[in-house]
Structure formats: C-alpha cells, structure tokens
C-alpha cells in the first residue's frame, strides 16, 4: 500500500507496488494409510517461475533531483525454487479430521530456506 515518510530529513510518498509472478509447479506425493483413517504423506517437488516482474518501487520526494522516482529492485529472484513438504492426518469423526503438516522449500529471494509448518481441522459437510 502507499504511504508516507514525514519524520525524517526530508518528506517523500511511496506509490503502491504490485508485482505479478506466474508459476508453474510440480509435486509428487506419497501416501501411507495407517490403522483406521489416519495417514502420513511425503511430497517433493518443484516450483518454476515462468513470468517473475521485478518488484519496482515509484514515488515523490522533496530531495532535490529526485522529485519523482523510479527504483527497481537489485535482489536476484531464485526462478527454481525445490521443496519437500510431510502431513500426518486423522480422522477425528466421520465428517472431520485434523491434519498437521511441515516443509522446507528454496526461498524467493536469498539462500536461508523457508520453513513451513501449519496445523488444520477440517469438516465435511
């Protein structure tokens, strides 16, 4: 969203930034059922940005020379991104069961890798 800076040694307006990323991806996924309707899942796959804009950040300011600005980012965006993901589930009744899951995946931008870790309870209707 935009905002702006009036604190510091000069005032400037930042311009909302939108970045648009099309990306295919692939994953296997290997499923164990155990005992009565529980179940363990290893994935491993693969996430490919096809299309990836540049972030760009525009805006204006009260620096003299830069009264409008336009400054793309210098990051360099990881375009192939692997990642490995394992869930276990259970049912809890006939219509609902809870899941817990972790994974690890190549980040976007940089080298330290994300990780993901989530819990859900999910009803059937």
């Given amino acids: 969203d ?3 800076e009036t604190q510091g ?3 400037a307006s930042y311009d909302r930034m939108e970045v648009t990323t099309t990306t295919a991806s692939a994953e296997v ?3 164990k059922r155990i005992g009565n309707g529980s179940k363990l899942s290893f ?3 693969l996430d490919y940005d096809l299309d990836a804009e540049r972030a760009r950040l525009e805006g204006t300011s009260t620096v ?3 009264e409008t600005f336009s400054a793309g980012s210098s990051l360099d965006r990881n ?3 692997p990642f490995v993901a394992a869930a276990y589930s259970f049912k809890v009744t006939d219509s609902s069961w809870f ?3 972790t994974g690890v995946q190549s980040p976007v931008f940089g080298s330290s890798p994300r990780i993901d870790a ?3 309870y999910c009803v059937r209707f």
């Fill in 99 to 101: 899941t817990t899951s």
């Fill in 118 to 120: 989530g819990l859900r």
């Fill in 64 to 66: 003299p020379g830069l």
């Fill in 43 to 45: 994935g491993a796959g």
């Fill in 9 to 11: 040694d000069f005032t």
């Fill in 29 to 31: 996924i290997a499923v």
């Fill in 2 to 4: 935009a905002y702006e």
């Fill in 79 to 81: 375009d192939l991104r």
